[in-house]
Each structure stands twice: as structure tokens, then as C-alpha cells.
């Protein structure tokens, strides 16, 4: 058993881990680095703008096409011919830290594009920055695809650090190479040297096992992270079980709607707009065309403050299109729209509209939110902290204060229960239901709502719509995208007729669904009253 005595001798080395401490070092420098410019380099690969991401492309196609021992010969060799001259081990960590950018580029690309896009544009309506959206919520969620790949990654190049050793960096292989040279004990020095690569190894992955444990959403059921430090030690959470234990009956709408009113805290909440006022949205000669296909064709629009407006529609009509274009989620092609007077993110240019960079900041300033068709609840975050994020990162609302808004718009909704719960967690009634708190944080003077019961089960239609019913009570300016008729006649005070990109009809209920003027609307509400 000598040559095991021999192993565990050299495997306790001092001058075998101090090698290994190098090349771990090596490792941590060029994995941070390349992660940080790799980053860079993925956001260049999906930027709208051309040269950036071909230029990320080609620094991509050269750093993975290029042996990793030639680029370190480069570096060392190579570039002291025009004056720039690194040691060993500032050449290792350059070269190790540019071949890991071109990797670690292509895993964070794939991360963020396995995260649903619908992600990324419903933190837009709420009026979170590009910059906040992917730091808050699409990389987050990308991580935990990230993860594995990046962990094998960082072992792939602790192993290979061993390459370095042709410019002199004297990490554990090297010196390991060198016991052999002195002793020819092969075997005892390289398994000593193996076990030394396993213990690191083996740290990285339960390093990986650990961050993928620590960033698992599922962690957080049954509390809230986001909860300020000081009310944990006390013991309370902001009258959570207060609200929990009394949530709001469905059925109570006077009671919700009082509370809404008291929520938005706004003038509009209470009051319809006075005779002879400007109205709150209007739209002029708007057209919008993807490609060939016109969706919307010059149409015109007034919405006034406190009216709620149903617009139906066959599908592809260009109902979701208008929706988007107030909302700045697309730009339009001609014409122009106005919020409260103002255009929404742009600016005129020689007669001309041109789309600006700080729409999202122009969301926010004029009071507009959105509710989507599917949801798109932050997949990351639980009920509570979907509905806090805008609030926090958009308007800066203390995180005290945007939990309590947060808990009472949830109890208004009938969801207090569910504060802490994961969007997969909920039904799609709930989500919905979730979806409008989130929109109503931010204290809008106006809501979109893109077919928000489209997407759910006949049972679960009655819990969103008695929630829009309170809104719309409570003096919400309103524009609705929705098939469903009985909710528009009870609930809209005029409805638009879409067909084709134009307004076909549009007047109070009772005289588009009851006596429509037009052969289209007629033919659309037949279908439907065929359908049901």
C-alpha cells in the first residue's frame, strides 16, 4: 500500500495546491469577466440594431472557432509586437475571460430566449425600463436555465487551465509535470493531481446545487421575501393575517368598489368628465400595417374621461392592434394618438411623429395600464410581488408602502388568501384577477383590457368580470376588448364595432346590439347569438 501513502502525500502538497490555487484563481477571473461580457455580447446578439449584432456574431464565430492555446500564444507572443506586453498570469485570465464571453454569450442568449417574450412586454406597460425588465425579470427567470450550462462551463475551464501552462503559469498540471520530472512517479503524482481537480470540481457543483436551490421560486411559498428585515423581527407583516382572515365576497361590489375608489385615490375615480371637456383619448386618422396586411385603415377615436368602452369584433379586426398602439407597445404607421393631450413616446419631427426612447416613462407619467388576454404574470414572482414591482421600480414607492397597496388591492380583488402564491399556483380566473391588481398598483388614469376572460374556463369568466364591474362603477376610464356581450350591454357606456381595420358601427349599447344599422354588425352578432 506504499503507492496509496504516496497519493495521499502528494495529494496533501503544499507546492501541488498552491498550483491549484492559481488555477483556481485563473478560473473565478475569467468566468466573472467572461460572464459579465458575455452578457454584453448576448444583448448585442438580439439588439435590433444590425451592426451590433453582427459585430457580436463575428467576436462570437472567432473566440469559439480559434483554438484556446493559440489564442493564448497570441496574447503572449503575438501582441508585445505592438507594445502590448501581459504576464503569465494576466495573459491566462485575458485570454480564458475573451473565450468565455463567446461561450457564456450564446448560453445567456438561449436563457433569455426560453423566457416567454410576453414577459418582457407586459413589464413594458407597466413602465418598467428595458434595463429594469431584464434585470428584474427576464434574467432571473433565464438563470435558472443559465445555470448548468455556465456551471459546466466554469469546470470545463478549470480543467483547461492546464493549457496555460505553455506560457509558464505555473498551475497544477505544470506542477505537476515537474514532480514527474524529478521522480518519475507517474502514477502516484497524477492521481494525487486527479483528486485534487475532483475536490475542486466537486465544489463547483455544489455550488451549482446551491444557487439553483436559493433561486428555486418554489422556495418562497408561504412567505415573502420582499418583506422589510425590521418587520420580520417583530414578527408581523403589514396586517397581513388582518386581511387574510376577513377577504372580500365576490358578490360584495359596493364594498369593492368603495375600496377602489380609496385605492386609485384620483378624481377620475369618482367623476365623469363635464359637458364640453376635451376627451381623455383620442385618435386621429390612425393606420397600422404589418407588411402588406393593413390592420387598421385611418380610423378615428374618442374616448372621454370616466367612460368605459366596449370594442367587439371578429378576430384579426385590429381590436388588440388599437389597444397596443394607445399603449405605444407598437408604434403607429400614420396619424396620431393622444392621452390626456399628449402623445404617448413621441416626438413631432417636421410634421411627422417619430417614436422616442422613454415611452415606458411616458406609460407611467400618463396613467395608462394594460391587462393582457394570457395573463403574463412575472413567472418569477409570487401574487404580492407582482403586484409591488412597478410600484417599487417604476415609481419608487417605499417597499413598506408598496406591500400594503399590494396586500389591499389583492383583498379587494378576493385573492388575499393567495398572497404568497406562484401565478402556476393560481387558476386562470385568479391569474386574471392578479393581472388587473398588478395593472391597478400603479394608480392608472386609464385601463386597456385586451380579452381578459378569452383565455378562461366558462366557471372562471364571473370572478374578472365582477372585478371590471367595480372598476367601471368606480369611474375607471375604460377601453375593452371583449366578446362578451351580456357584460358589454350592463357595463360599457358606448361600444365600437371593428371589421377590417375600420369602424364599422358605434353608439350606446342598447342601439348597436339591439338595432345595428350596419349589414356587417348584424351578420357578427347573429354568428354569436348562433354560437352561444
Known sequence: MDWLANVLAYFTSKFLWEGAILAVQITVCAIVIGFVLGLGVALCRISHIAILRWASWFYIWIMRGTPQLLQLVFIFDALPIIGLKFGSFSTAVIAFSLSEAAFAAEIIRGGILSVNPQQGIAASSLGMGRMTTLRRIILPQALRTILPALAGNTIAMLKMTSVASVIFVSE??????QIVGQTFEFFTVFAAAAMIYLLLTSVISGVQAYLEFSMDPER??????VQPFFSRLLGRSLD???????PLPLHANGSRVALLRSLLGNTQGSERALEGETPFVVGRRIWKSYGERDILKGIDLEVKRGEV????GPSGSGKSTLLRLIN????????????AGRHVGYTMLN????????RTRARTELGISMVFQGFNLFANLTALENIMEAPQRVQGVPRVEAEKTARQLLHTVGLAQHADHLPHHLSGGQQQRVAIARALAVKPRLMLFDEPTSALDPELVGEVLGVMRALAEAGMTMIIVTHEMKFARDVAD????FDEGEIVEHGPPTEVLDMPKKERTKRFLNRLSTDD
Not at 418562497?220 to 421575501?225: E, H, L, N, P, T
Not at 397581513?240 to 376577513?246: D, I
Not at 410634421?351 to 422616442?356: A, E, I
Open 172 to 177: 497544477l498540471t505544470f506542477r505537476s509535470q
Open 220 to 225: 418562497r411559498r408561504g412567505k415573502s421575501f
Open 240 to 246: 397581513a393575517e388582518a386581511l387574510s382572515e376577513a
Open 309 to 312: 368602452v366596449a370594442v367587439l
Open 328 to 339: 405605444h407597445l407598437e408604434s403607429l404607421d400614420e396619424g396620431e394618438i393622444l392621452v
Open 351 to 358: 410634421g411627422r411623429l417619430h417614436p422616442t426612447s422613454d
Open 494 to 497: 358606448r361600444i365600437i364595432f
